[in-house]
């Protein structure tokens, strides 16, 4: 019982250096969620998806991008990463608007 | 600004000692308000939705309710293993998002 899968689970990088996040579900949902998680601040979104081959920018999206090729996954990127993306990363999913989302166990990313 | 605001942001309980959680609002437009819990280095857990002013939600010793400008989630006779981190978060009518406070930490000692 799967549910969402987040990919790697910590991950360490240097400035500059570019990686992706892979947020896979088996729920056949078709919205999915990229937030970060910081000390003192609630979940805050990313981006999101309201099918295959869409995506929105949510609250926060200034250095990252993603891409939904398939429904079952949801990929974050970073280009070049800055220390002030360190953060926890979690994925989450639902089946239409307005229904709980389910998330992940998260990304934990350090940038040095 | 909207904004979501959960109070007390660390609450200590002995096992069995009732208590509330308090989530405050100051949003337009409200589609829905969600409960989740979450446990260290672990992503949130559902817990309840409400989506209009008197409504109830209950789940073993928690209990969710809402008026028109804030949520409470009741806890009674806690026990330990509901020590958690407890967010909060509302639907707006606009977009997608959940907006979600700061969470309250809950610790239940025995």
């Known amino acids: 019982n799967a549910g969402v899968t987040q990919t790697p689970k910590f991950r360490v990088l240097k400035t500059g250096q570019s990686m992706t996040l892979l947020c896979a579900q088996d729920m056949n949902h078709e919205y999915m969620y990229w937030y970060r998680q910081d000390p003192g601040m609630g979940l805050r979104l990313i981006h999101y998806s309201v099918g295959e081959g869409t995506t929105a920018k949510g609250e926060v999206p200034d250095g990252y991008n993603v891409s939904r090729l398939k429904k079952q996954n949801f990929l974050l990127g970073l280009e070049s990463a800055a220390p002030s993306q360190t953060s926890v990363y979690f994925c989450a999913s639902n089946d239409r608007d307005l229904q709980p989302q389910h998330f992940g166990d998260g990304t934990r990313l350090s940038i040095l | ?110």
């Not at chain 2, 437009?29 to 002013?53: C, H, I, N, V």
């Open chain 2, 1 to 110: 600004e909207d904004q979501v605001t959960q109070s007390p942001e660390a609450l200590r309980l002995q096992e069995g000692e009732s208590s509330s959680l308090n989530c405050s609002y100051t949003v337009s437009g409200l589609r829905g308000l969600f409960w989740y819990r979450q446990d260290p280095g672990k992503g949130p857990e559902f817990l309840f939705t409400l989506y209009s002013a008197g409504e109830e939600k209950e789940k073993e010793r928690l209990k969710a309710t809402l008026t028109k400008k804030e949520s409470f989630l009741h806890i009674t006779a806690p026990k330990p293993e509901d020590s958690a981190t407890y967010l909060c978060a509302v639907r707006l009518n606009s977009g997608y998002a959940l907006n979600f406070g700061k969470g309250t930490s809950l610790l239940v000692t025995p």
